[in-house]
């Protein structure tokens, strides 16, 4: 047995904090604590199970998550599809009015192109009168009712481009 091999197995002992070491005067004392090591465990079996809690409740409020997000992502596929559909079937109209080329589908076609063109200026009409009123009226700045009424300077009426 070497001089150094005790000393070198308590110093072993004592970083696997399995014993204390104690220093009295000029001399070392090593010491089992038995309780002390039950306590060590205990406490971090406690923690363990803190942790455990923790993530259980983590767990339980990604499966919420989960959950509500399974079903936004099936109602916006049901969604997808019936927009699909209708999207198919608005093609498919356009395409028996161009296969026909029925001149009466062509004039109800045109009467609601200039309805809605109809609708469009006086909408336009209102906003410009509106951004008038503000101008003369209210003393507002011309940019500052641009603003308001959330329009930019290249708002106009629109522009005829219905086929003659």
Known sequence: ??????ADINQSLV???LVHKEKVG?????RLFPAKKDRVLHLQHEQTLRHIEKYKRKIAKA???LAD???????KIARLAELTKERQVAQEELDSVKENKDPQVSLDLKKELDFV????NRWTDNVINCKSYLVKE?????????KILEITSA??????KIPK
């Open 1 to 6: 047995i070497n001089n150094n091999s005790v």
């Open 15 to 17: 970083d696997d904090e």
């Open 26 to 30: 000029i001399f070392y004392y090593y």
């Open 63 to 65: 499966s919420v998550s």
């Open 69 to 75: 997000a399974k079903r936004e992502r099936a109602k």
């Open 117 to 120: 063109k109809q609708a469009a």
């Open 138 to 146: 209210r003393r507002v700045d011309k940019r500052d009712a641009m």
């Open 155 to 160: 708002f106009d009426y629109p522009e005829d």
